[in-house]
């Protein structure tokens, strides 16, 4: 078992929809967890981070954790066509005396006008 | 601010080549990382720094090594190019103390014939 899984997609969504993505991850000492995007040929670019129970909300943006579930998602808002990219789930597994990361393999967003 | 800057952005080997990525970031953090991204298997870490003077192994490091030769510079040398280390290459930065993201640099694009 991977220790933080993401569905591949593609996830499609209409152009004003919702689009909801979720990342499940199975170390329970989990501390932190962050959202990147990545554009098609671009570098990851970190859009949210989220580090207690419940929602984080930034503009369109909306983080949920439930660390009984050990899942965190991302919610976007008002879903536009340049949000059409690939979401990855990042999350500080254990407690690892850095600060290492482990990515999900990452959502393709499409967002459709 | 030019964050994390990677050189060079793309580059052609033929097997059996060697060759050094390089790395530095202003931001004046500790850890250092290098990634690969492959299609379908989303960031892969190498090896990383946790800090000046040390060096550890991550998910991948068969065929590199890695010299942190400064608190800012964090290199990566193929000894002997496989084709199976076509890929692309991403160095990050954060603190090493409390729940930092990483910060991205934009890639390395290498191909290997």
């Known amino acids: 078992q991977k220790e933080v899984e993401q569905n591949s997609g593609p996830l499609s969504v209409p152009e004003g929809a919702i689009a909801s993505l979720n990342c499940t991850y199975s170390d329970r000492v989990s501390q932190s967890f962050f959202w990147y995007r990545q554009y098609s040929g671009k570098s990851p670019e970190l859009i949210m981070s989220i580090y207690s129970n419940g929602d984080k909300e930034d503009g369109r943006f909306t983080a949920q954790l439930n660390k009984a579930s050990q899942y965190v998602s991302l919610l976007i808002r008002d879903s536009q066509p340049s949000d059409s990219a690939t979401y990855l789930c990042a999350v500080k597994v254990g407690n690892n005396a850095g600060n290492m990361l482990t990515f999900g393999g990452g959502t393709r967003l499409m967002v459709k006008p | 601010n030019a964050g994390v800057t990677q050189t060079p952005k793309f580059q052609v080997l033929k097997t059996g080549q060697s060759m050094t990525l390089q790395c530095a970031q202003d931001?004046?953090?500790?850890?250092m990382y290098w990634y690969r991204q492959d299609p379908g298997m989303g960031l892969r870490l190498i090896y990383y720094s946790a800090s000046e003077g040390t060096t550890d192994k991550g998910e991948v490091p068969n065929g590199y090594n890695v010299s942190r030769l400064n608190k800012r510079e964090f290199s990566l040398r193929l000894e002997s190019a496989a084709p199976s280390q076509t890929s692309v290459y991403f160095c990050?930065?954060?603190?090493?103390?409390?729940?930092?993201?990483?910060?991205f640099g934009d890639g390395t694009r290498l191909s290997i014939l």
């Open positions: 990050a930065s954060n603190r090493d103390r409390g729940n930092q993201p990483q910060h």
């Open positions: 931001m004046n953090h500790n850890s």
